[in-house]
């Protein structure tokens, strides 16, 4: 497993920002050096932003959202027609290969990219739609200029809604160890992508 320190894997993140879409190669975890500290360093770049979920819940972005949890991160909005509802159903797959590990050791995190018309209650309606309205999946939203710091950390943030990548970004915030997905990799794969970040055996 290659290792690198930690700001050299932010800059992973960083670069998500040029064009990626499903094409993008699988990449392994990475993990910081020995002597760093991942929580406060994790914090500092992550930032603390404050989004509200579907249930109209303040969420601080590090400290309650990536800080306890191995999380998958997407981007949705939910007046998109097609692949955002395509790829949380893929997602849904996922949590099911995931069994009882989502919600006690996994997080999903869909970002809306969309900031000027999904609120949370659009995004409940958009999660109970899809099936997948419960504790251990957040869909969350902010004004335009948290989303916009948010999602450019992460390399997700596009101008357009409808041009936002459909790339996936998993993550052990504790540990420093980031990786991106590939969207249309099995669920089973991704799941096991998953159980290796929470540091269980396969």
Not at 89 to 114: E, I, M, P, T, Y
Request: charged share 25%; hydrophobic share 45%; aromatic share 8%.
């Amino acid at each position: 497993m290659p290792r690198i320190e930690w700001f050299a894997s932010m800059l992973v993140l960083a670069a998500l920002a040029a064009p990626a879409r499903a094409d993008t190669a699988h990449a392994a975890p990475v993990a910081p050096a020995a002597s760093a500290d991942p929580e406060a360093r994790g914090r500092a770049y992550f930032g603390d932003a404050e989004l509200t979920d579907q249930d109209g819940r303040r969420q601080r972005f590090y400290s309650d959202l990536l800080s306890d949890k191995v999380v998958l991160i997407n981007v949705v909005f939910t007046r998109c027609p097609s692949a955002c509802p395509l790829m949380t159903q893929h997602l849904k797959a996922v949590r099911r290969q995931l069994g009882d590990r989502f919600g006690r050791q996994v997080r999903f995190l869909s970002l809306s990219v969309d900031p000027a018309y999904d609120t949370p209650q659009a995004m409940k309606r958009f999660a109970a739609q899809q099936g997948v309205d419960e504790p251990g999946w957040r869909f969350l939203v902010a004004d335009e200029a948290t989303t916009r710091a948010v999602l450019g950390r992460l390399g997700q943030w596009s101008d357009k809604a409808e041009d936002h990548t459909t790339l996936l970004i998993a993550g052990n915030a504790r540990r420093a160890h980031w990786t991106k997905l590939r969207p249309d990799a099995p669920p089973e794969r991704i799941a096991a992508d998953l159980r290796r970040l929470a540091g269980e055996s396969l």
